[in-house]
């Protein structure tokens, strides 16, 4: 009886840990960017310079990955092909994101820059473009592995009963697999949403880093966590220090609040 | 044997090399209700399954033999005409939750892509669902999902969405063994209704169900067809011994 009481003080101390860690961060952020809120209020974001203009990425990763999930979830659910490509994808997301970063400026800068003379505008090579595919890329195997879960959960009598009315494969992923699946797809795009919102390290690599509101793809811009990134080891004025940690704040909220949202979703979607 | 719409020859069927259906020769009357009974594990799913092809969809499993329909070989036609002209009906009622009565009931339609005019679907759908004894209980929430129906009404609309596409054989996987007595009745009733336009195969692991709406009964056991025949006679007296045995409850 004392060792059961013992082991749950042990586990509910981490809860407690964790519950806190959370609850430090967010203090911790809105105590510190107090300062910049009084001076700009809240207009810091669509006046000037820090546009967190950055999900043009899902177009390119979505169809992509819903594609990589019906491989894997639907037609390929075992042997040694599932298995090889499933681990490409595992793989592919646990690469550290600053290779990616480095891939993308060995690979992808050149290969914009080629693009940007030919349609004659400044070939800076790192843009929104850039870090847009990188980050595509990145998001992919998430996305990926999201989906192929959903995918799964579509029960097997569903698609047996379209089967069985003489459907093929293709008109039952059309209109019985993927309506089932929608709303888990959506929440899925959701969580990869919070996920790339988040990404720093390859980001800052490719993105340029210009303050600016990007007047098209191929500009240079700057994320929310990339000007964190850049900003940080330089910003001595504390109105500086404060204006990125209410972006902190600000990047906290929203990927919190993404997240939450997407795991509402899918957790609504396991129960029916 | 006067008038079989479906005769298997030296049927087989394997999963890798374990054949979990022997060697079966047995021919499916037109327009009445064949039962397989047989204990769990004995094929009778399994030979239902191989009569509209399902078993493509298991990378392992393995068919052997001739199934003819209307004296056409089965095997040799595509899949996808095999299961139009045989439906089927599954053990769990499975109407799609996504869709409203009504497009459940046209949905072998809209999943085949074949295109109708609304007079045409109204039809249909109204058709389909008198047939199936469901009308009269769903006509006011046609487009409403199904999902609120009790399992019976999910069940006849599974069978209006089998109906619709017009199939020539229905094939019945244990159809009622997830639902309460009364809605058993019903759908038993129901079959012997359906069986003057469409021949019926019932596969159950209920004997009495067997005796109470089939015409024909075969008798599977552990991949065997034991003993095929009019219903009435095997049960009165049956020929073999382990059918003797089973309906008296000494094995299966």
């Known amino acids: 009886m004392n060792k059961d009481r013992f082991y749950k003080f042990i586990l509910s101390s981490s809860v407690v840990v964790l519950i806190a860690l959370v609850a430090v961060i967010l203090v911790l952020l809105v105590e510190n960017s107090l300062m910049s809120i009084k001076e700009f209020s809240y207009t810091m974001f669509t006046k000037n310079e820090w546009d967190p203009v950055q999900k043009s990425f899902l177009l390119i990763s979505m169809p992509f990955a819903l594609f990589l999930a019906l491989f894997l979830g639907e037609y390929n659910t075992s042997g040694y092909i599932h298995n090889f490509v499933k681990s490409c994808v595992e793989l592919l997301a646990g690469i550290p994101s600053l290779i990616y970063g480095f891939w993308g400026l060995f690979i992808f800068v050149p290969m914009i820059r080629d693009a940007q003379m030919y349609f004659g505008v400044i070939p800076y090579g790192v843009g929104l473009l850039t870090a847009t595919l990188i980050l595509a890329i990145m998001i992919t195997p998430y996305s990926a592995s999201l989906a192929q879960e959903v995918i799964r959960l579509v029960p097997r009598d569903l698609k047996e009963a379209s089967y069985a009315l003489g459907a093929t494969r293709l008109e039952t992923i059309r209109r019985i697999i993927i309506p089932y699946a929608l709303s888990g797809l959506f929440a899925g795009v959701l969580l990869s949403l919070g996920r790339a919102l988040g990404e720093t390290m390859a980001v800052t690599m490719v993105i340029g880093n210009s303050n600016f509101i990007p007047k098209d793809l191929f500009s240079p811009a700057n994320t929310m966590s990339s000007i964190i990134a850049n900003e940080f080891t330089e910003a001595t004025d504390p109105l500086h220090l404060s204006a990125l940690i209410e972006i902190a704040l600000i990047l906290f909220v929203t990927t919190s609040v993404i997240n939450l949202l997407g795991k509402y979703i899918i957790k609504k979607m396991v129960i029916k | ?252």
Not at chain 2, 230 to 240: D, Q, V
Request: glycine content about 6%; hydrophobic content about 40%; aromatic content about 8%.
């Open chain 2, 1 to 252: 044997m006067e008038n079989p719409i479906l005769k298997l020859k030296n049927f087989n069927v394997y999963y890798d090399d374990v054949r979990v259906v022997n060697n079966i020769d047995i021919n499916f009357e037109k327009n009445k209700i064949t039962a397989i009974m047989g204990p769990s594990g004995c094929g009778k799913t399994t030979l239902l399954r191989a009569i509209n092809r399902m078993h493509d969809f298991t990378p392992n499993a393995r068919v052997e033999g001739e199934i003819l329909l209307d004296n056409e070989d089965l095997n040799q036609m595509d899949a996808i005409n095999v299961r139009r002209k045989i439906g089927m009906v599954f053990q769990r009622p499975n109407p799609f939750p996504t869709m409203s009565i009504y497009d459940n009931v046209i949905s072998g339609y809209k999943l085949n892509g074949i295109k109708l005019k609304k007079a045409e679907q109204d039809e249909i759908v109204e058709n389909s669902l008198t047939k199936s004894a469901l009308w009269k209980e769903v006509k006011d929430t046609l487009h409403k999902r199904g999902s609120f129906l009790s399992g019976g009404q999910q069940q006849r609309l599974c069978i209006a969405r089998t109906l619709a596409m017009k199939p020539e054989i229905i094939l019945l996987d244990e159809p009622t063994s997830a639902l309460d007595p009364i809605a058993t009745q019903f759908i038993e009733e129901l079959f012997l209704d359906l069986k003057k336009e469409v021949t019926l195969i019932l596969v159950t692991h209920n004997m009495s169900q067997a005796a109470r709406i089939s015409n024909d009964t075969a008798f599977l056991y552990l991949g065997d067809l034991v003993e095929f025949g009019k219903t009435k006679r095997m049960f009165t007296t049956p020929e073999n011994k382990r059918t003797e045995e089973y309906l008296i409850g000494k094995i299966g």
